[in-house]
């Protein structure tokens, strides 16, 4: 990456717009390439659709139509994630950064069948009702499952708190609390805040969640849908799950301390961030069916988040049909901490002037006629 000689205070070779995880991956990456990188977000890092996250690393698990691109591009990241595992200076525990994998329920033995043969290249196993008791002997579940042994989940709080120190030690400028609402392209890449603040860049990445009108270039209508979602957190006396326990797009996501994430409703186009009671009692509910022991579970907090979505559902990650200086990062919908990583890597490249896979095409901007 060049480096641009010294300018005003807010020239950078490169703003990132959005300093939720994928966000500060993006920064991560770029601060490691030589560049000067500047991080703005209109909050604090992470406190969006990345604090609410259950840190699931699940793309076989999640992929249930067997998704050939999605397929690859899930693979791809969760082999970032594990490369990440093997860097000493990445804090593998700090983060709660595990692979014990996750199993996906369902009575339908024969359709389990058909997708294990369906999704190879994620090494799934066929569980049968019996390996559920002998593995999981705290899940009350008849049935059977498809088992991804080598998927996880990472802490999204505790990572995000890491990775902004991280940052900020590679000397990413940080800007929290700067709410960026144009973007100017016609000269060199210009961003400008709600307080009339210009920021100047060779690249900028657009990496927040839900686009407005304002900051989407391929149209006048942004594509963005936010897609609510509420989840709870509980703690137990005991350990009850070793695994991500999932049916259907219900999970529970066993933590570090016995706590667990029990999660999500998915509520498309609601942009409150209301928690109902009676949504609580329901994922409660449906938790304590699946594994009984959770009765006695203690209830931390419940909250709500927005997934950011575009109507296909795949990420929007590409240049923009505008200017190639303005690069997507984002729309990964249910799988943002999943990509973030290997979302970072292709960033990386295309701002290196790289054309990246033949799939990527699939998540391009310009897909949209808006």
């Known amino acids: ?53 259950a840190g699931m690393l699940t793309p076989g698990a999640e992929n249930r139509e067997c998704d050939p691109v999605m397929m690859a591009f899930g693979q791809r990241a969760l082999s970032a994630w594990k490369n990440l595992a093997n ?62 042994p080598g998927e996880g989940q990472v802490d999204p709080i505790k990572l995000v708190a890491f990775l902004e120190k991280e940052v900020a030690a590679l000397g990413v400028t940080l800007r929290p609390e700067t709410d960026i609402i144009s973007i100017d392209l016609a000269d060199h890449p210009t961003a400008k805040t709600r307080t009339g603040e210009t920021f100047h860049a060779d690249h900028i990445v657009l990496a ?13 209508i942004s594509p963005f849908l936010p897609v609510k979602g509420q989840a709870i957190s509980v703690e137990s006396d005991m350990a009850l799950l070793r695994r991500i326990i999932r049916l259907d797009n219900f999970y529970i996501a066993p933590k570090a301390e016995n706590r667990l994430i029990i999660g999500a409703t998915e509520e498309p186009g609601r942009t409150d961030l209301l928690v109902k009671e009676e949504t ?44 190639s200086k303005l690069i997507y ?24 002037g790289a054309t990246g896979p033949d799939w990527l095409s699939a998540f391009s901007p310009q897909r949209f006629d808006v």
């Not at 033995?109 to 043969?117: F, H, K, S, T, V």
């Open 1 to 53: 990456m060049s480096v641009t000689p010294k300018g005003p205070v807010n020239q950078s070779d490169i703003l990132i717009v959005g300093a939720g995880v994928i966000g500060l991956f993006c920064a991560r990456a770029c601060a490691m390439a030589g560049a000067k990188v500047t991080l703005v977000d209109r909050a604090r890092p992470g406190q969006g659709a990345s604090m609410a996250a």
């Open 87 to 148: 860097e000493d200076a990445f804090p593998t525990s700090i983060v709660d950064l595990h692979f014990r994998g996750v199993l996906d329920l369902s009575k339908n033995q024969d359709g389990l069948r058909e997708r294990a043969l369906k999704a190879q290249n994620a090494a799934p196993l066929l569980w049968t009702q019996n390996d559920l008791t002998a593995f999981e002997p705290e899940l009350a579940y008849e049935g059977a499952a498809l088992s991804f």
């Open 208 to 220: 927040a969640a839900v686009l407005p009108d304002a900051l989407w270039g391929e149209g006048k």
């Open 280 to 323: 609580v009692d329901q994922l409660m509910q449906k938790a304590i069916a699946l594994v009984p022991g959770l009765s006695e579970a203690r209830l931390l907090k419940s909250w709500a988040g927005h997934r950011p979505a575009v109507p296909d559902r795949l990420p929007v990650l590409g240049r923009s049909r505008q200017n």
């Open 329 to 352: 990062a984002t729309g990964h919908y249910r799988n943002g901490i999943l990509f973030a990583p290997y979302t970072a890597d292709l960033v990386s490249q295309l701002i290196l």
